[in-house]
């Protein structure tokens, strides 16, 4: 299968004035094109880092990140980027919270608004789209976020915990959702999570991170048989709890 | 209304019945103040010829509209106070915008905003009078002296408390700091500019007074200092009674 992206031995600093905090240290790894790839670690560990530079918020300070084999500055491949919370702005209806990247990047049409509002029905939201954002729920919320990023059209998506901010049941029930939305588009999609059953019940690898500064402790294969193609039909297959657990003892071990 | 639920019917009753609690309320401690004021100067507790009373002040407007002299004071006060008020305002986004655009700016201009904002402008006014010249343009420069400063330094500081979270997300979706500011900054601080004109438009009329008490031959400010001198105190007290009913008027109360 062909590597959508692929990062090279990238390091990271935050530097302030009290001193220096390093939050990666040489990481690298490739992501396959069509592949649903979670990170794991724990807390503070530079994962929201990492986000930022694939998305390009921050520069690297050494290593490369390839996107199609390109230097990521110089490709075109839009890249999307879910936020840890969906920040939709009270000030602005569903609709024109879910047009927000599109009218940044001038693309804000007739026909981009038809699209947006097909989206918005098939993600359960047609009713809504002129309410505000304080009227959803937490799950509503979270979808509307997927939409204003899906809306950009990225090869590549980005998630940074997307279901952290909600209720157990809840977060089961988006997280097969919104999954299967990036299944069934064929997205590459790079998922952060500090929860180990969400990481192997939606993907096809798991990258498992040391405490900081950040550093490659592993890379773990998951796959399920065919009948298990839901992150909630996967919690119920006989090898979940193997994975869980090697996973366990991977986030453990200190080297 | 047949749509609507019984318990939804009095929610919105009671909704009804406190705007209603709300606005007697404001319209009776008003006539309560007023009643007792009155009564007091009748009843000779308080010294009419000193302190007035809401009869005489009224007798005493009826008077001057008769002549129409009020109306030329209050229409040259409200006009200074308008323009005044209009150029804090922009003045002070533009600035604050400018402040929170540039860190180094913002770092260097600091401590002369805080001193400006600091000066005793009154005492100033004086000085301005000998610049400027006696005239409209110094009361208005007098006024927006008044209020400008401590608005820029209200809406740099609300600015600068814009969640990097939010920027985070503009720029991830490619958005330059110009999208920041136009679809962050600007809509998420309209309650605080909102907030900033309620102080601004009574700073700017205090200033307005200011400059009309030292050089202006119309307006609320020199006609308090005429009576001052020749009148009894009905004058004054018709004066800011006014002053603060325009005031009052110019901006729509926080909950309509
Ligand atoms: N702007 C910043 N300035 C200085 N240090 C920072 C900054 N942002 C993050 N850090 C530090 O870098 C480290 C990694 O942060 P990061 O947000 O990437 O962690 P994370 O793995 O996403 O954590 P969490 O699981 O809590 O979201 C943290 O220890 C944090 O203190
Ligand atoms: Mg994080």
Redesign the pocket.
Same mark, same amino acid.
């Given at each position: 299968m062909k590597t959508k992206l692929e990062v090279r031995n990238l390091c990271y600093s935050?530097?302030?004035l009290e001193g220096e905090?390093q939050?990666l240290l040489n990481i690298s790894f490739d992501v396959r094109d069509g592949e649903f790839f979670a990170v794991v $670690?724990?807390? $503070?560990? $530079?994962?929201?880092?990492?986000l930022?530079l694939l998305c390009g918020i921050i520069g690297p300070e050494e290593g490369s990140i390839l996107v199609d084999g390109i230097p990521r500055q110089e490709s075109h491949a839009a890249i999307g980027y879910m936020l840890?919370r969906d920040h939709l702005f009270e000030w602005r209806s569903i609709l024109s919270n879910v047009a927000l990247g599109l009218e940044i990047q001038n693309r804000y049409d007739e026909e981009a608004k038809k699209e947006l509002l097909k989206m918005l029905d098939t993600y359960g939201l047609s009713r809504f789209q002129n309410a505000r954002p304080g009227q959803l729920s937490g799950g509503m919320r979270q979808r509307a976020a997927l939409i204003r990023t899906l809306a950009l059209k990225p090869d590549i998506l980005l998630l940074?915990?997307p279901f952290s901010a909600l209720d157990y049941q809840t977060r089961l029930e988006v997280c097969d959702d919104i999954s299967t939305i990036i299944r069934t588009q064929n997205k590459t999609a790079v998922l952060?999570t500090?929860d180990l059953s969400e990481a192997i019940s939606v993907a096809d690898r798991v990258l498992v991170?040391s405490s900081?500064p950040?550093r490659v402790k592993s890379i773990m294969e998951v796959s399920f048989g065919p009948e298990f193609d839901r992150p909630l039909a996967r919690r119920n297959a006989p090898e979940f709890s193997a994975y869980f657990n090697e996973l366990w003892k991977e986030l453990k071990t200190d080297e | 209304m047949d749509g609507l639920s019984m318990s939804q019917q009095e929610f919105l009753a009671k909704e009804k019945l406190h705007k209603k609690q709300v606005s007697i309320c404001r319209v009776m401690i008003l006539v309560l103040l007023l009643a007792l004021w009155e009564l007091c100067a009748r009843l000779h507790i308080i010294d009419s010829f000193i302190f007035s009373s809401p009869v005489r002040i009224w007798n005493c407007f009826l008077e001057m509209a008769g002549d129409g002299s009020i109306f030329l004071h209050i229409g040259v006060t409200l006009f200074e106070t308008l323009v005044s008020f209009f150029l804090v305002i922009a003045a002070g986004v533009l600035a604050a915008i400018a402040l929170w655009g540039s860190r180094s700016l913002s770092e260097i201009l600091e401590p002369y905003l805080v001193m400006l904002n600091s000066l005793p402008k009154s005492a100033l006014a004086p000085l301005l009078i000998v610049w400027m010249g006696n005239n409209m343009r110094t009361i208005i420069v007098a006024a927006v002296s008044v209020a400008v400063f401590g608005s820029i330094l209200t809406l740099h500081t609300g600015f600068m408390q814009t969640d990097p979270d939010k920027i985070r997300l503009i720029q991830s979706l490619g958005g330059t700091k110009r999208d920041v500011l136009t679809k962050v900054l600007i809509p998420s601080s309209v309650p605080l500019i909102i907030s900033n004109m309620k102080v601004n438009v009574g700073l700017c009329l205090v200033g307005v007074i200011i400059g009309e008490f030292l050089s202006a031959k119309a307006g609320l400010g020199y006609l308090i200092i005429y009576a001052s001198q020749v009148f009894p105190c009905e004058y004054i007290l018709t004066e800011t009674h006014r002053a603060f009913k325009g005031s009052g008027s110019i901006l729509p109360p926080k909950h309509p």
């Open positions: 935050y530097h302030t905090t939050a $670690g724990p807390s $503070g560990c $530079g994962k929201s880092t990492l930022s840890q940074d915990e952060i500090h991170l900081r950040a | -």
